[in-house]
Each structure stands twice: as C-alpha cells, then as structure tokens.
Nanobody, 114 residues
Framework: QVQLVESGGGLVQPGGSLRLSCAASGSIFRFHVMGWYRQAPGKQRELVARISRGSVTYYADSVKGRFTISRDNAKNTVLLEMNSLKPDDTAVYYC????????WGQGTQVAVSS
C-alpha cells in the first residue's frame, strides 16, 4: 500500500504563493497518474490538477494559469506550485493517484486570507 504525506501548506495573503509537496512511498508511484485534490469546508473533494507518467498535465479551470503541477519519479514526489492565490483556494490539499485509489494522507491546510 502506498503512503502519502503532504506538506507545504500555510496561511498566505491573497496574491501570495505556496509550494506543496507530496511524498509517496513505494516504487509503484512512477507508474501512476498523480493528482492534487482539495476539499474546502462544507464542500466535496475536487481534483485540482493531475500529471501523467510522462508529465502531461491537466488543470481545473479554477486554477488554470495560476497552479503548476510537476513530478519527480526518482524521488517519488509530486509538487504543486500555487501562485496568485485567492480566498477561494482555501482548503485542505491532498495528493493521490488519479483516479484516487490509495488511502488518503492527512493533507496540508492552505488558508488564503488578509
């Protein structure tokens, strides 16, 4: 079973930036499409971005042009660079395969507020 550990969240002002990191255990990571998801209070978890084994990317319309997903298969990590953050980006952010097939990690909290 793959274990996922997210980090890098925090409190940031509107317009600010954060870089999230996801570390995955196990060698099967490199064979999977990986995604970043988020869940805001009172809302369902949603896909934010995903990246294929060959680094082809997809972004939700709400983050397109502001977020960048990348992966390092040698290090079993997936990154999410978030710029021009908005209050609507406030959520707990998680990584998982796409579609999500592993146990969820604890996530990392992102709060965007002035």
């Amino acid at each position: 079973q793959v274990q996922l550990v997210e980090s890098g969240g925090g409190l940031v002002q509107p317009g600010g930036s954060l870089r999230l990191s996801c570390a995955a255990s196990g060698s099967i990571f490199r064979f999977h499409v990986m995604g970043w998801y988020r869940q805001a209070p009172g809302k369902q978890r949603e896909l934010v971005a995903r990246i294929s084994r060959g680094s082809v990317t997809y972004y939700a319309d709400s983050v397109k042009g502001r977020f960048t997903i990348s992966r390092d298969n040698a290090k079993n990590t997936v990154l999410l660079e978030m710029n021009s953050l908005k209050p609507d980006d406030t959520a707990v952010y998680y990584c998982n395969s796409f579609p999500a097939g592993w146990d969820w990690g604890q996530g990392t909290q992102v709060a965007v507020s002035s």
